[in-house]
C-alpha cells in the first residue's frame, strides 16, 4: 500500500515502558521523528539510552512481559504500525522492514544451515519456491560479496568468520528489497578493519536499492561517513536532532558536545582522552530535572530542578537543553539568520 | 533415581539481571551482565585484602537476601530444618514422653502387636498415641518414621561430605595444573561416568553383608561418596580454569605461594558458590540412592533403620496396612522436596555465580 | 568421526575388563563364599565341592580361566545358584523383559516431558507453568519404591483396573504399572530439562532474528527452538540410561517381574559369582555403548561438535 505520503517512518510520541521489580523502567519515553525514503537516519546514544528498544518498538518486538508499548504512533508508509494486528505485522516483519543485529555470532541459528535461514524469508513473504529461494540465497550471498557462494550456501553459521557472518545477516535482510533497513549497532562485535568493510557495504547497498536506512550507533565515528541525519538519544529521550553534518559542525547540547569530544582524533597531539565523567543514569529511578544534569559541565540550578525544554534552534536542529541557545552560539551557530 | 550430569545446570534465569536491568536488549557490550567476583583472597595477597574482603562480604548477603525473596525456596529450607530436628530430637522425645523406643515392642500384652492404623488405639477408638500407627510387630510408627530419618539424613550428608571432599580436591587440582595432567584425569573422569555404580555399590554390599551395622554404615558413606564426587569434580575443575587467570591468582603467584597454597586456599573457597549449590542437590540424590539400596536389602541393615528399609517393610503389606509404606515414603518425599526446592533457590540466588 | 568412534570402543574395552576384575575381586575377596554363607562345613565336602568348582587351584589360575572364557568365548559359566542353566541362557532370557520395561519407561518420559516441558516455557509463569513445574517437582522427589506401591495400591487393589504385579508378556496390562511408575522420574525431569532448555533458547538473538524476519510463532518455536532447546534432553539421555537400571531393578523387585536385576539381585545375595560377573559385564557394555551413542546423536544434532 504505496501512498503520496512525504515520510516513509514517521514516529510520534513513543514511548516504551518496562515493569519490573525495582519500579518502571521508562526506556523510551517520548521520542518522535521522521524518516524520508531513501534517507539514512543515524541514531547516537551511550549503553541504556535507549536506542535499541526504539527499534525494536518499531517493529514491535519488543519483549512483552516486562515490555510495553505505552503510548505513540509510529506510521509507516501511511499506516500505523501499532493499531495492525500481529499478522499484519509479521507481514511486514522482514519484508518491508529487515532488521540487522549487534551480533552476528549469536543472531543465527547455530543448528541450520545458512540456506535454510536465507530460504525463509523469501519463501515466505516472495512465495518463492525451494528451488527459486535458493537460488535467490545465492545470489544475495554473492551480492554482500561472500566468495565462493555457491559451495558457502550450505555451510552452517559457525563455519563464517564474525565479518562474513554480518554480510550473511545483511543478505538475509535484504532479501525481499525491504523498504527500510534497520541495523542496530552492526559492527560493534567486529574488528576495526571489517567495521569499515560492513559499513561500506551498507553504503553500497543502500544506493543500488534506495533502502532508507536506521542506523544504531554508541560510536559517533561510524555515523559520520554514513548518516544524513542524526539523533542523540539520553535517558530514553531525545536530546538533540540534526542533520549529521549540522550536528558535528554546530553542536547545540552538552551532551552532544561531550560525545564528540569523546572520539579520539588522531590527528590531534597526544593527551589524556575525553571521557564524559560519570555513568548513565539509573533509568527506573529518575531525578527530576534534565537527566544529563549530574554528569554535565554546564549544568546550573535549573537544570536540577526543571526538565528542559525542546528548542528549536534551526528549522532542521533541535536540542534538549535550557541553555541550548548559548551552547548552539557558542558552537558558531547563528540563531538569527536561520530563524525566521 | 535423579541425578543432574548435564554440567551447565540450566533452569531458569530471573527477568532481571541481578543489577536490575531488564534482560531485553541486544547484549550491549556496556551493560554489565556478568557477575560481580566473590573473591576473597587470602591474607597472603594483602594488597588486594581490604578490596576484595569487603565485596566478598555484601555479596553473600545479597544472595541470602535473594534466596529469602523466593518463597519456595524458604518453603524448602524450614521444612529440612523442621524435619532434621525432628528426627534428631524426636525418638528421645517420644522416648521421655510416651515411653516408646523405636524398637519398643510392646511384649506382655498380645493385643498390642500388631498393626495399628494411626491414630487408633488397642480398642479400634481414636488415641493420640501412635499418629501414624504402629507397625506387624507393635511399634510405634512415629518413632521409628524419625529415626529412619536420622539415619537417611545422616548417610545423605556426610555422604555428600565424602564426595565433596574428593570431588573439590580432585576438580580443583585438574584444573588448575591443567594441561595434561587435567585432560587425563578428566578422561578418567569421563570413564568413570558411564560405569553402572549402583550396581557395583550393590556387589559391594552384598558381599560384605556380614559387617556389624555400623561397619556397614561406614561402606555406605564411601561407597555412596565414591558415586556423586564426578560431577562435583567437574563443576569445580570448570570453576577453577575459568578463575585461574585472573588478576588474585596472579598475584598470588607473584608473591611466591605454594601451587597447593593456591589452590586451597584461594581458588577453592571462591568456587563456593556453585559446590554449594551442587551439594545441597546431592544430598537428596544420595539419600534416594541409600534408599533404594535399603529397600533392596543392601543398605542400612536392621536394627538400624532408614527410610529406605521402612518402605520395604512396608512394601510388604501394602494391601492391607498401607500406612506402613505411606508414612515414610511421604515423609522421604517432603523432605526430598524440600531439599530440591532449596537447591533450586540456591541455584537462583547465586545467579551471576552460575552461568 | 570414525576416529572417534574407534578410539570410544578402544577404551571400551579395557574399562571392561577393569570392571570384570573388580567384580570378581569384591567377590572373592569377602568373607564367606557361595555354597555356605557363613556357616562352617565339614571339611570333606568342604574339600569336594572346592574341587569339584576348582577352587582348589591358586587364584590367579582361576581369574586367568574365568577371564579366558570370557574373552575367548563369551562364555560366562553356569550359574551356581539356577543348577545347570548357563549364564548366557538366563541373560538372553531376562532381558528382554528389562530392556523392554525401561525403554518403554523411557519413550514415555519423552513422549509426555517433551511438551509438557515445551508449553511450560511458551507459557512461563502462567498457572500452567507453576503447576507443571511443582507437579514435576513431585515427580523428582517420590522415589519410585513409594510410587510404586501407591500404584498398585490404588489401581489394581482398590479400583480393580489393572492387574496387580506379575508378569503376563508384554503385550498385557501388567506391563502398564511398572512402566509407569518407573518413567515417572523420568518423565518429571525431562519436563523440566526441556522447560530450561527451552527457556534459554527462546532468549537468544537467533530467536529474535526468526521473529524479525517475521515468521509466526509456531515457525519460530518448531524450525528454530525446538532444535537447541532439546539439547539438554539429549546429554541427559546418556547417564538417565544408567539411573534407569538401577530403577529397574527396583521395579522388578516390587511388580516380581523376571528381569535382569532380579536375577541380579539374586545372584549377588547367593554370590552366585558367574552370574554376578556376567550380568555386570552385560549392564556395562550396554551403558558404554548407549554412551557412545548418545555422543554420536548430539554430534549429529548439533553442527558445531565436531570430535
Known sequence: MSSTNRHLLEVNDLRTYFETEDGVVKAVDGISFLLKRGETLGIVGESGSGKSVTNLSIIRLVPNPPGKIVSGEIIFDGQDILLLRPEEVRKIRGCRIAMIFQDPMTSLNPFLKISKQLMEVTQLHLGHSKGQAYEHAIKMLETVGIPDARTRVDNYPHEFSGGMRQRVMIAMALSCKPELLIADEPTTALDVTIQAQILELIKKLKHETGTSVILITHDLGVVAGMTDHLIVMYAGKIFEQAKTTELFARPGNPYTKGLLRSVPDPTAEQGKLYQIPGAPPDVSHLQPGCPFAPRCERAEEICRREFPPFVELTRDHHSLCHFADEVFAASGGNLESTRA | MTDDPVEHHPEDQPALTPLGVPRVETPDPDVIAVGPEMAVAEADVRWTEGD???????????????????????????????????????????????????????????????????????????????????????????????????????VGIISTLVSLLIGISY??????????????????????????????????????????????????????????????????????????????????????????????????????????????????????????????????????????????DGAQNIAIYPWQLIFPGVTMALTLFSLNFLGDGLRDALDPQMR | ???????????????????????????????????????????????????????????????????????????????????????????????????????????????????????????????????????????????????????????????????????????????????????????????????????????????????AKGLSEKDVVIRHALR????????????????????????????????????????SLNRDEPLVIGIVAFIAITLLLMNLLVDIAYAYLDPRVRY
Open chain 2, 52 to 154: 576484595e574482603v569487603i565485596k566478598g562480604r555484601s555479596l553473600w548477603r545479597d544472595a541470602w537476601r535473594r534466596l529469602l525473596k523466593n518463597k519456595l525456596a524458604v518453603f524448602g529450607l524450614v521444612v529440612v530444618i523442621l524435619i532434621t530436628i525432628a528426627s534428631i530430637t524426636g525418638p528421645w522425645l517420644i522416648h521421655k514422653t510416651l515411653g516408646f523406643t523405636p524398637d519398643y515392642i510392646p511384649s506382655n500384652d498380645v493385643r498390642l502387636i500388631k498393626s495399628f492404623p494411626p491414630f487408633t488405639g488397642p480398642d479400634g477408638k481414636f488415641s493420640w498415641t501412635h499418629p501414624m500407627g504402629t507397625d506387624n510387630a507393635g511399634r510405634d510408627q512415629f518413632a521409628r518414621v524419625l529415626q529412619g530419618g536420622q539415619i537417611s539424613l545422616f
Open chain 3, 1 to 211: 568421526m570414525p576416529r572417534f568412534i574407534i578410539k570410544r570402543l578402544l577404551v571400551t574395552i579395557p574399562t571392561i575388563l577393569v570392571v570384570i576384575t573388580i567384580t570378581w575381586g569384591l567377590i572373592r575377596l569377602a568373607p564367606g563364599n557361595f555354597y555356605s554363607g557363613e556357616k562352617r562345613l565339614p571339611p570333606a565336602i568342604e574339600k569336594n565341592i572346592r574341587e569339584k568348582y576348582g577352587l582348589d587351584k591358586p587364584w590367579y589360575q582361576q581369574y586367568g580361566k574365568t577371564m579366558w572364557n570370557i574373552l575367548r568365548h563369551q562364555d560366562f559359566g553356569t550359574s551356581l545358584n539356577f543348577r545347570g542353566q548357563s549364564v548366557n541362557t538366563i541373560i538372553r532370557r531376562s532381558l528382554p523383559v528389562s530392556a523392554g520395561v525401561g525403554i518403554l519407561a523411557y519413550l514415555l518420559a519423552l513422549l509426555i516431558g517433551i511438551p509438557v516441558g515445551s508449553i511450560a516455557a511458551l507459557k512461563q509463569n502462567s498457572r500452567w507453568d507453576y503447576s507443571s513445574m511443582a507437579v514435576t517437582m513431585l515427580g523428582i522427589s517420590i522415589p519410585n519404591f513409594v510410587l510404586g506401591p501407591i500404584l498398585v495400591l490404588v489401581f489394581s487393589l482398590s479400583l480393580y483396573w489393572l492387574p496387580p504385579s506379575r508378569w503376563n508378556g508384554f503385550f498385557s496390562w501388567n506391563v502398564l504399572l511398572p512402566v509407569v511408575t518407573l518413567s515417572a522420574v523420568y518423565m518429571a525431569y525431562i519436563a523440566r530439562l526441556t522447560r530450561a532448555g527451552m527457556l534459554e533458547v527462546l532468549r537468544s538473538d537467533y530467536i529474535r532474528t526468526a521473529r
Open chain 2, 171 to 312: 576438580g580443583a587440582i585438574a584444573g588448575y595444573i591443567g594441561g595434561r595432567l587435567d585432560n587425563l584425569m578428566m578422561r578418567l573422569v569421563d570413564v568413570l561416568y558411564s560405569l553402572p555404580y549402583v550396581i557395583l555399590i550393590i556387589v559391594l554390599l552384598s558381599m560384605f553383608r556380614s559387617q556389624t551395622p555400623r561397619g556397614q554404615l561406614v561402606l555406605l558413606f564411601v561407597a555412596l561418596g565414591a558415586v556423586s564426587w564426578l560431577t562435583m569434580a567437574r563443576i569445580v575443575r570448570g570453576q577453577v580454569l575459568s578463575l585461574k587467570n585472573q588478576e588474585f591468582v596472579l598475584a598470588a603467584r607473584a608473591t611466591g605461594v605454594s601451587t597447593t597454597r593456591i589452590i586451597f586456599r584461594h581458588l577453592v573457597p571462591n568456587t563456593l558458590g556453585p559446590v554449594i549449590v551442587y551439594a545441597t542437590l546431592t544430598i537428596p540424590q544420595v539419600m534416594l540412592t541409600e534408599a533404594f539400596l535399603s529397600f533392596l536389602g543392601f543398605g542400612v541393615q536392621a536394627p538400624l533403620s532408614s527410610w529406605g528399609s521402612l518402605a520395604a
Open chain 3, 228 to 267: 537447541g532447546g532439546l539439547m539438554p534432553v539429549v546429554s541427559y539421555t546418556g547417564p538417565a540410561l544408567a539411573f534407569l537400571l538401577t530403577g529397574t531393578v527396583v521395579i522388578e523387585k516390587i511388580f516380581a517381574l523376571p528381569g535382569l536385576g532380579n536375577y541380579f539381585i539374586q545372584a
